[in-house]
Nanobody, 114 residues
Framework: QVRLVESGGGLAQSGGSLRLSCTAS????????WGWYRQAPGKEREFVAL???????NFADSVEGRFTISGDDAANTKYLQMNDLKPEDTAIYYC????????WGQGTQVTVSA
C-alpha cells in the first residue's frame, strides 16, 4: 500500500513558477515510475509528465520545455517544477506512482492568472 502526499500548489501569475512535490510512503519495494496528471474544470484528466526509475522523462507537448521533474530519492519525493506558467495550466494536479499497481495523490490546485 502506497500513500502519496502532494503539496506546492497555489496561485501564480502568467509567466511565473510553482513547484509541486509528491512524497511516497508505506509498503513498496520499487517504484517503476512517477508522474502527474491534471484536470481542468469541465475537462478530462490529462497526462502531464512522468519519470521512470531509470530517470527517463516524458512530458506532454503542452508543457515540454517549461516543466521539469527532479527528485530526492532518500526522501521518496519527486518534484514537478513548472516554469513560464500559462492560464491554461490552471487545473488540479494529481501525482501518481506505479509499483505493483497505480496509486494517486489527493491532488493540489494550481491557478494561473493572466
Amino acid at each position: 500500500q502506497v500513500r502519496l502526499v502532494e503539496s506546492g500548489g497555489g496561485l501564480a501569475q502568467s509567466g511565473g513558477s510553482l513547484r509541486l512535490s509528491c512524497t511516497a510512503s508505506g509498503s513498496f519495494s520499487v517504484i517503476n515510475h512517477w508522474g502527474w496528471y491534471r484536470q481542468a474544470p469541465g475537462k478530462e484528466r490529462e497526462f502531464v509528465a512522468l519519470i521512470t526509475a531509470a530517470g527517463n522523462t516524458n512530458f506532454a507537448d503542452s508543457v515540454e520545455g517549461r516543466f521539469t521533474i527532479s527528485g530526492d530519492d532518500a526522501a521518496n519525493t519527486k518534484y514537478l517544477q513548472m516554469n513560464d506558467l500559462k492560464p491554461e495550466d490552471t487545473a488540479i494536479y494529481y501525482c501518481y506512482v506505479f509499483t505493483t499497481g497505480l496509486s494517486w495523490g489527493q491532488g493540489t490546485q494550481v491557478t494561473v492568472s493572466a
